[in-house]
Nanobody, 127 residues
Framework: QVQLVESGGGLVQAGGSLRLSCAAS????????MGWFRQAPGMERELVAA????????YYADSVKGGFSISRDNAKNTMYLQMNSLKPEDTAVYYC????????????????????WGQGTQVTVSS
């Protein structure tokens, strides 16, 4: 089992920045890939970014490339999402997801549905 706790969400003006954190406990943190998903009201959940066990491989949705950066600190059992140049369309609940294997394929597969989830953190970007 893996327990995930997100933090860092909030209200920010368009063009601003936020950094989300996801603290993990349970299984050895460096043994699994992780990702960030988001869900806006009335919309399907979508994958934002994913990172492999070592941080050496990453994936970004086209909508966030160039603005968001995913990283992880295996010594601190924590994953991050640095979000810059935020837009109102980035408003959503952001969820941390932990895969059941070391590669980002475990995050991309089936929309992460068979993985571990955090409770989510709200990000609101005002225009």
């Amino acid at each position: 089992q893996v327990q995930l706790v997100e933090s860092g969400g909030g209200l920010v003006q368009a063009g601003g920045s936020l950094r989300l954190s996801c603290a993990a406990s349970g299984r050895t943190f460096s043994s699994y890939a992780m990702g960030w998903f988001r869900q806006a009201p009335g919309m399907e959940r979508e994958l934002v970014a994913a990172i492999g066990w070592s941080g050496g491989s990453t994936y970004y949705a086209d909508s966030v490339k160039g603005g968001f950066s995913i990283s992880r600190d295996n010594a601190k059992n924590t994953m991050y999402l640095q979000m810059n140049s935020l837009k109102p369309e980035d408003t959503a609940v952001y969820y941390c997801n932990a895969g059941k294997g070391p590669t980002i394929a475990t995050i991309l597969r089936n929309g992460g549905s068979n993985n571990y989830w955090g409770q989510g953190t709200q990000v609101t970007v005002s225009s």
